[in-house]
């Protein structure tokens, strides 16, 4: 067990697993990019994530990465060897509920008309890396240690971001990366 992002994406590189489980919530890097990255990197992995959140959201955005499954943590323990293996057969899986969601979100888009349609993410990789940090109470100089960048670089990035996502305090970035998913609301946070 991995405990954040960036070394779940490091032993993915390592070992080339055929499935990944992923935590949604980790540190340093949530559990979103990392799997971003991994399937980046190795495009061959499947991700099957595990959350405590099961809203349609936080589903939509890491089926829209290519992640293979969503399972909820509160009742993955007796399905997730068979997640496992379905995952790995190259089918995806959901819990239960976000089975029955989805079928009922499809049944519906049939019957009014509606097409699907992905959303882009309007942030890189690196902004998401920088907003974690940020709404997780890194300063610019501990962000760019972190990412092994200057804090020149870091700085550009916040500015990007505040441009981008038309945010222009700390406490908002903070507020926008928990309603996107980019971390929990759970994960203790310092808004300077």
């Not at 959350?51 to 997730?80: N, P």
């Not at 890194?138 to 505040?162: D, F, P, Y």
Request: no cysteine; aromatic share 4%; charged share 25%.
């Amino acid at each position: 067990m991995r405990r954040n992002g960036r070394e779940a994406v490091t032993l993915a590189g390592k070992l080339y697993p055929d499935v990944v489980v992923m935590d949604i919530a980790m540190p340093l890097l949530n559990g979103l990019e990392a799997t971003r990255q991994i399937l980046h990197a190795l495009p061959a992995t499947k991700v099957l994530i595990l959350s405590a959140h099961g809203d349609d959201a936080y589903v939509e955005q890491v089926m829209a990465m290519g992640a293979a499954g969503y399972l909820i943590k509160q009742t993955a323990a007796h399905i997730l060897p068979r997640a496992i293996r379905e995952v790995h057969l190259g089918k995806r899986f959901f819990s239960p509920i976000i089975s029955k969601r989805f079928h009922h979100h499809q049944l519906k888009s049939r019957e009014s008309g509606e097409l699907n349609k992905a959303k882009a993410a309007p942030l890189t990789s690196r902004e998401t890396e920088v907003l974690q940090l940020i709404a997780e109470g890194k300063a610019n100089k501990e962000t760019a240690q972190e990412l092994h960048i200057s804090v020149k670089t870091v700085e550009k990035h916040r500015q990007s971001l505040m441009e981008k996502l038309n945010i222009h305090s700390t406490a908002g970035l903070t507020r926008y990366a928990i309603s996107a998913g980019i971390i929990e609301s759970r994960v203790q946070v310092t808004i300077l």
